[in-house]
């Protein structure tokens, strides 16, 4: 099997990749920024925006799920020129987005003080423990705001994509970032004759900017009806078709839960870290927050595979998909090992861009340097789980990314904080260390091609 393609086909790639990699790589850089000025504020204000924005990300997380089961579907729909079948889909998605995000303001309003406290350590030297809770609090209340937005711009935008549509999403997703750039500078620190709101101010920058995103998003799809022929009437009725739904969810409950249950392990492991001190909390967003800018290419790689594989296997030109697999997927590893010895170089200078102490940015380098070493491995895994999802392969997705990450990845977090006084940076570096077996059950999987499944063969839309 060629594992490089032709000139044409790197260019059909970057076409599709390239727009939302431009969206991430504006999103993050932009993140980077609100980063370090709440940095600027201190330590704790930092640490308390840190901790919500990981349960932000267990619900976003959750969102992606959702939207993924139907996704695949509307990806094979599309493949096959059946808009209807797509419609049906993107309706799945809405009424699930908005049972979830219900739920989730329910748990974040009533339980969120108890969450917050799972993050913040007696055992920590420096700094307020009390400080931080009260930031992150108040920064979660405003949070909540963002929700539904974040989960309709998603159904439209996700749906968009599965028609290879990523300009608009991009667009949007580039002027949202600008205005909570824009804001998070007048309300955090009191320009034009605004009063300094601190982290008030930056939560409120975002739910300004994610209402913005979403109604460009939206307002765009509905006027250019034309050549989204999937919304025509998609709100005249939220009847599906029973054949459709069962399969739906047979195939994307283990997506559902699979994301939320990554996203909630992968909290779980910040707050193994977190027994460290707040020191680590302050060092580890630093780092994450840096490490994501950079990770946009394997991410991004990952969702082109979803793109461009779904509709090859929908239109049932199996060899082909497994052709451009194995190249999407080569590709993502060269280019992350480029990146990763960029993400190398720059991690001694990006923490000096924070006002916390000289053991924070100490901590910050030590771990993006483990990240950057990590990263070729993790654009694998990733291209893997998103190439196995392809093809509706969610319950092996399900077992390969969450499964692992509750069997393996986080007893050990566990064990190593709590019962050894290893330090935080070997304690991380054995933590990543499973991430090598991913690699060789998702090399095994892909290879056998049990992902190379047509999903959508007698599943058609019998419904308006």
């Known amino acids: 099997m060629k594992l490089f393609g032709t000139r044409n086909f790197y260019k059909h790639v970057l076409a599709v990749a390239m727009p939302i990699m431009i969206q991430n790589a504006i999103t993050n850089s932009v993140s980077l920024l609100d980063n370090i000025m709440v940095g600027q504020l201190g330590k704790e204000q930092?640490?308390?925006?840190?901790?919500?924005?990981q349960l932000i990300f267990v619900f976003n997380l959750t969102i992606f799920g959702a939207i993924s089961g139907a996704g695949i579907f509307g990806a094979q729909f599309y493949g096959k020129g059946d808009y209807k079948g797509?419609?049906?889909?993107?309706?799945?998605?809405?009424?699930t987005c908005f049972a979830i995000t219900i739920l989730g303001a329910l748990i974040f309003y009533f339980k969120g003080d108890q969450l917050i406290r799972l993050f913040l350590n007696d055992s920590s030297v420096n700094g307020s423990i009390e400080a931080t809770f009260s930031f992150a609090k108040d920064y979660l209340i405003i949070m909540l705001f963002t929700l539904l937005p974040f989960a309709l711009s998603q159904s439209y935008a996700s749906t968009l994509r599965e028609m290879s549509r990523t300009v608009v999403p991009m667009t949007a997703g580039i002027v949202a970032v600008f205005t909570n750039l824009v804001l998070n500078y007048i309300l955090i620190f009191g320009k034009f004759g605004f009063p300094a709101l601190g982290v008030t101010g930056a939560a409120i920058a975002t739910v300004l900017s994610k209402i913005l995103e979403c109604g460009i998003i939206v307002?765009?799809?509905?006027?250019?009806?034309?050549i989204h022929p999937f919304i025509k009437q998609a709100y005249r009725s939220f009847r599906l078709p029973a054949k459709l739904s069962k399969q739906i969810i047979i195939n994307g409950a283990p997506l559902l839960v699979n994301e939320a249950?990554?996203?909630?392990?992968?909290s779980i492991m910040v707050q193994c870290y977190s027994t460290r001190g707040l020191d680590v909390v302050a060092g580890y967003n630093i780092s994450s927050t840096v490490a994501n800018l950079f990770n946009i290419v394997f991410i991004t790689m990952g969702t082109a595979i979803s793109i461009l594989i779904g509709p090859m296997l929908g239109a049932g030109d199996m060899k082909r998909a497994k052709e451009a697999d194995a190249q999407m997927i080569t590709f993502s590893v060269l280019l992350s090992i480029g990146v990763g010895i960029c993400?190398?170089?720059?991690?001694?200078f990006i923490p000096m861009l924070y006002k916390v102490e000289p053991e924070t940015r100490h901590l910050a380098t030590a771990f993006i340097l483990v990240a950057s070493c990590c990263m070729p491995l993790f654009a694998f895994t990733h291209a893997a789980y998103f190439t196995l999802r392809s093809g509706g392969r969610t319950i092996i997705t399900f077992l390969f990314d969450s499964v692992f990450v509750w069997t393996v990845c986080?007893?050990?977090?566990?064990?190593?904080?709590?019962?050894?006084?290893?330090?935080?940076?070997?304690?991380y570096i054995i933590c990543q260390?499973?991430?090598?077996?991913?690699?060789i059950v998702g090399f095994s999987l892909i290879k056998k091609g049990v992902w190379l499944n047509n999903i959508v063969d007698g599943v058609g839309s019998d419904a308006a």
């Open 410 to 427: 986080i007893p050990l977090a566990f064990s190593l904080s709590r019962f050894t006084a290893l330090a935080i940076i070997p304690l």
């Open 433 to 439: 260390l499973p991430e090598l077996i991913k690699c």
């Open 46 to 53: 930092m640490a308390g925006v840190a901790i919500v924005n």
């Open 86 to 95: 797509m419609r049906d889909t993107f309706r799945f998605k809405i009424l």
């Open 219 to 226: 307002l765009w799809t509905h006027i250019k009806q034309e």
């Open 343 to 348: 993400l190398a170089a720059a991690s001694p």
């Open 261 to 266: 249950l990554w996203a909630g392990g992968m």
